[in-house]
């Protein structure tokens, strides 16, 4: 899912336009300091389901220094199958898993959602960007399980014109139908609804388009709030809800080149997605689960999407392998009884550690928003932001020195602490430890975006000789991807 | 009170600091389309207490264009005899009218709050600027009613070095004692708790100083936060919660020049306090009446700090003068039945509209920061923020196109409408005809802060000989006031 931390009334959006949302933060614990661990969608989605940092589990790239990579369908990498996911390591507990939405870990056949532990798929391998001419490009596949039942723009229509595309209700019909399902066998299940109706082209049905003082987006974004509320009433209405857990958090920051018309909100944060401010990696994230969890809690607990795996193994009563570094930590004390575990948060872009928080402290070691080439574009990470020496637009290492920010005074990282001050002195020597310590187990993973390649990219899919649908890829052509950010 | 819209938990400050405050709004009423009639303390007051635009009741000037005016000591003029205030039309239905903390609207004797309808003052003439020497400029007094009865920094602490003073306790104590007094009178009575902690220089009492993880400013907003909490419990403990309107908004919008360690949060919105960007004028806003008011209700209505005159009348039964024109509406349908009144919002610096909002659509006629000049010195209104020929530093004029933004999709300010768009013609057509009526009926008052003397100053203030604390004034040397902003 994709939506910036300033994209919910909760969170002070001024339109206040997430009804649903909101109350499940007034039922449930809202955790204010929650961060992805990458601020791009499939290394934030690959270090979820992992629990490991996107430098350890292969999804970056070394292509250039600090540089965001994706999977594109040209991508050649993905998952690899040294890696242990989340729903693999549930299986073992006897739960069903599901992946509804956007997978993004590799749509080549050995990266197949059902090869790493899910045992049911309703969605795209890819971002739903098109429509294409499946001559230079094959439109994304739309997969049920094992195969592929058709593309966008062809069989599941989007409209670029008027927004209108109803993905986001026949996956809101996909999770309602899978939970009815498993509380039907009494059988354990893990849903990841990975939804994209957010993410540009953005897109809404009919019934929300031009429901919104915010335009597109804000249709969008009131179609996931609407769904989600539907979505915890049935677990209501089954009888499930206090034996089902349910987190709200989001990918990465609200994409600000986005806006006005598909981009949301990073709330008074710097910058948006792309970028390793805390508008690019703060997330909006909310815990949900009536009977355990107090009504109305707020957390300040330093949270990751990376704990969510290790959280929800906790939940299932297993432990986390052991024969690998895990990033991710069990919140379960910290949303059961309101404990607050010290721990960093690393903002990585690429293979390079950007930045760390150390309780209300981030120190920024490089600084970098995109270069002079693309801002001279139009390609804008931070519009109408400027923060002098901040949000730089060519790589500024401060390993030396890091930029300190104390984000209780200063959320905006506007203000950097005098490198003269005690305060500096004192906090840096407590972080230069962590980051030490941090740099020195690090072993990186395979960096698996590395290589594009247009033979691999959609043509045809399992399942396309059924619906006539196959298409002739070219030549093998291998290059080193680009990536300009 | 001077707070920014972001600084409220409810409104997203993302440290979530401001439980009562947050708890009153989910028993109220929300509004989050609420306004000030001017990004300055002084004028802003005016409005409040007479219901009418600053340019109307004479707390502007005219020394220069578009300049932000306030009443400093040396301030000749204040609030003209001939302006009805709330307190005088509220004592008609046999209201006793206090007001707790600054006035602002003026110090020399005949614009004392006594002799413009209110019964009991607790607090200061002016900001709690100092401390000053006494001989080039006198220390600020403190009155009781029709006398002071000490200063600032004199008798009435304030450590600039640790941010210590108890002034919120001691004006929180006065509020709590006179509703008591009302309350056990079977009095009814009108309360202007007008507190400025959260002003430059922002102070706390010991009990509060390093409790907010926000830094002072933190500090000063979870005391008048505490005290809200306090004063609406004492309502609901003395029974009288169900017959008692309370209504929480701020002067102007944060004032980012003291950020980090003074300045509050205008959330996502754009600059603050002295601009008529958003962050400068859209204020916090909360209606609490158990009883009345649903809880948890939110409203988009546009309102404004003038309403609170037609709105505090009507619920005494009164109409507002109808001899004058009068700015504010009656809130009430808005508040009680959720019902939306169309109407405009006109934002004004000095005698200037610089901008006019109709519906979600907001027009810039003018565009102003500040000076190069003061810029260059530091004074920065926008820290951070930078939008290309909307954040200028030069007056801008756009009265023949004037820049147009839709708040709802672009609530920053960011992404003026193409003036060739048929959205902006439309819109436009509609504005016109707004600003046209507004501007053909506008008769503004005699301007009141054009001349600064010395003289004037509070040397000798009614009481100071009991205190043995009168001060020789120099001589008259009356010049226009110098307004760089």
């Not at 941090?438 to 000789?465: F, I, R, Y």
Request: net charge negative.
């Amino acid at each position: 899912m994709k939506m910036g931390w300033g994209d919910l009334g909760a969170f002070g959006e001024p339109s206040k336009e997430t009804p649903n949302l909101d109350q499940m933060a007034s039922e449930g614990m809202l955790f204010l300091d929650f961060y992805t661990a990458n601020p791009l969608c499939s290394p934030s989605r690959a270090a979820l389901l992992t629990g490991r940092l996107p430098v350890r589990n292969g999804f970056y790239t070394t292509n250039g220094h600090a540089r965001n990579a994706y999977t594109p369908q040209d991508i050649v990498g993905g998952i690899p199958d040294s890696e242990l996911l989340l729903p693999e390591l549930l299986k073992k507990a006897g739960y069903i898993n599901k992946i509804i939405g956007k997978w993004h870990l590799g749509h080549r056949p050995q990266f197949h959602p059902l090869k790493h532990g899910f045992d049911e798929w309703f969605g795209s391998p890819n971002c739903h960007f098109g429509p294409y001419d499946n001559r230079a490009l094959p439109n994304i596949p739309v997969y049920r399980d094992w195969e592929m039942i058709g593309r966008y723009y062809e069989d599941f229509k989007i409209d670029l014109k008027t927004g209108e595309a109803n993905l986001t209700q026949i996956y809101l019909q996909e999770a309602l139908d899978f939970i009815s399902r498993q509380q039907a066998s009494q059988q354990p299940f893990f849903l990841y609804w990975a939804i994209d109706a957010t993410h540009a082209p953005v897109y809404a049905s009919k019934h929300f388009l031009g429901s919104s003082q915010r335009g597109l987006y804000g249709d969008a974004v009131r179609e996931i709030d609407d769904s989600i509320g539907k979505i915890l009433k049935h677990l209501q209405k089954l009888g499930i809800s206090e034996n089902t857990f349910v987190f709200f958090t989001s990918d990465n920051g609200a994409a600000l080149i986005s806006a006005p018309k598909q981009g949301g909100s990073n709330g008074r944060f710097l910058c948006g997605k792309q970028t390793t401010f805390e508008g690019g990696m703060r997330e909006p994230a909310i815990a949900w689960w009536p009977g355990h969890i107090p009504a109305g809690g707020v957390s300040h607990q330093l949270g990751n999407v990376m704990d969510l795996f290790t959280t929800s193994l906790s939940l299932a009563g297993l432990q986390p392998p052991s024969d690998r570094q895990i990033d991710g930590i069990d919140l379960l004390p910290a949303i059961l009884q309101g404990k607050l575990i010290d721990r960093p948060i690393f903002y990585y872009r690429g293979n390079e550690m950007m930045a760390v928080r150390v309780g209300l402290y981030k120190a920024h070691y490089w600084t970098w928003s995109n270069s002079w080439e693309e801002y001279s574009k139009g390609i804008d990470f931070c519009p109408g932001q400027n923060v002098s020496g901040v949000t730089t637009h060519t790589q500024e290492e401060h390993t030396t020195l890091p930029l300190l920010f104390h984000l209780g005074r200063d959320p905006g990282e506007k203000y950097p602490l005098s490198f003269a001050s005690e305060e500096y002195q004192g906090v840096m020597e407590r972080i230069s430890a962590v980051v030490q310590q941090h740099k020195e187990t690090m072993v990186p993973g395979e960096p698996q975006l590395n290589v594009c390649d247009k033979a691999v990219m959609n043509w045809s899919p399992p399942g396309c000789e059924k619906l006539g649908k196959c298409l002739q890829p070219p030549e093998s052509d291998p290059k080193k991807c680009f990536w300009p950010h």
